[in-house]
């Protein structure tokens, strides 16, 4: 038996469903499109949870706000391509809450960290201790990997839909 594995877009991609009986290999990743295609730009929806884990499905759009997370969270674009940009933050920038990404008020106060682009398949990282902001021109989509937390959006009645 060989199986034969079709990446998506956000312009391409076809909803999977699960059957009680279903490998999951028929479904991995199929629905963050999905989701993406209905979400407001940087609204981060959860797609995963696992305890305090979370996979979020970002529609990355034009200028995200700057974000920080009080740990070091995981981006994979999965379509199209994002600049990320890093800067340091300020004693008084640092996060004081638990767990999960959160927005900054304001520009960061401290020392330019530098940029990566990403295209489809690339894996950056969400450094502890710095904020970061997301650019993209075109629509694309990124998966985050972090903890649930104040921008964590929840809309598993929508997501999870059993045929």
Known sequence: MSFKTRMASLASYEKGSIELNDDLK?????NIFEVCS????????????????A???????????????PHDEFAIVMD???????????????PTHKSGAIRLQADPGGKRMGRVIARRGHEVLLPKGSAYQLKAAMPSVT?????????????WSEICVLK
């Open 38 to 53: 209905k979400s407001r730009p940087y609204e981060r929806v959860m797609v995963a949870s696992n305890l305090e884990y």
């Open 143 to 155: 998966l985050i990997q972090t903890s649930a937390g104040p921008e964590s959006v929840e809309k």
């Open 55 to 69: 996979a979020e499905a970002v529609r990355a759009e034009g200028t995200s706000p700057w974000y920080t997370a």
């Open 80 to 94: 199209g391509e994002i600049e990320f940009t890093f800067f340091q933050l300020t004693d008084a920038e640092k």
């Open 26 to 30: 028929h479904y991995a990743f199929s």
